[in-house]
């Protein structure tokens, strides 16, 4: 990885904060504006934040853990950091791009770095139909929701609810289902990167949903339309002995 200047930022978290003020002390540093690369101090969700700040900007990044998962992070260190990060490796990731028209016919657009989940508002469970690339493969979906995560996103909300952990460079997205009634043995779809999935909202008055895109949510959606934008890519930066396929297949096998 070639570049000149670096910047840092930091989580709210105690040890973040402390850690950004010895490395602004130890180390040449320029604002994340003007920065070849932002060194991001912090867990998986202050990664998720520095990628959807700096996004115009299209900077790589190098996450190091101060934070719980860190799933996304690099080993915290001090040392040696300009020649860490002159031998990081890169992973590039293309954000969802989400649709929603409300029930006023308002329209909504937001970006999502991890996933697009939509989740029941009352009591009442949700009724969707789910279209994959113009096919109805879903005609009435009951359930508490459902969620399109990218492969930084599978080991978030998608995880928890029980989806499949997908490898950084693979090309596929999982559609999971949230606490589905009916179809009751459906446990979700790997689908390719390029698809576009289209859910509507039945019965959105008596049974309204909201869409969340990462930080974003719209309330009463009607229909929600979801595809990969290819025309942003976010470059993650990890150290070459990270071995982030090696977490990938361990996390899949944790007790």
Avoid at 56 to 72: E, Q
Avoid at 142 to 149: H, M, S, Y
């Amino acid at each position: 990885m070639q570049f000149e200047t670096i910047a840092f930022v930091a989580s709210e978290h105690k040890e973040a904060k402390e850690a950004l003020a010895r490395l602004r002390q130890r180390w040449p540093n320029v604002s994340p504006y003007q920065a070849d690369i932002i060194v991001a101090l912090g867990g998986d969700g202050f990664m998720l934040e520095t990628l959807h700040r700096f996004m115009d900007r299209s900077v790589p990044i190098f996450g190091m853990n101060r934070g719980s998962v860190g799933f996304l992070m690099n080993t915290f260190s001090e040392e040696e950091l300009y020649d860490r990060l002159r031998r990081a490796e890169a992973v590039k990731l293309n954000p969802l791009r989400m649709q929603a028209a409300d029930v006023g016919g308002r329209i909504y657009e937001a970006l999502a770095i991890n996933e697009v989940s939509l989740l029941r508002e009352t009591r009442f469970a949700a009724k969707l139909r789910i279209e994959i690339d113009g096919v109805v493969r879903i005609p009435e979906m009951i359930c508490d929701g459902v969620l399109l995560a990218t492969p930084a996103g599978s080991t978030a909300y998608n995880l928890s609810v029980n989806g499949p952990i997908l490898p950084l460079t693979a090309q596929v997205l999982a559609l999971t289902p949230i606490s589905a009634f009916r179809p009751r043995q459906w446990r979700g779809a790997i689908l390719p990167h390029r698809t576009t999935v289209v859910i509507e909202v039945l019965f959105s008055e008596l049974r309204p949903v909201s869409a969340v895109a990462d930080y974003t949510e719209v309330r009463d959606v009607r229909r929600v339309v979801v595809h990969e934008d290819r025309t942003l890519a976010l470059t993650l930066l990890f150290d070459p002995e990270h071995n982030l396929e090696e977490r990938i297949v361990k996390e899949q096998f944790l007790l």
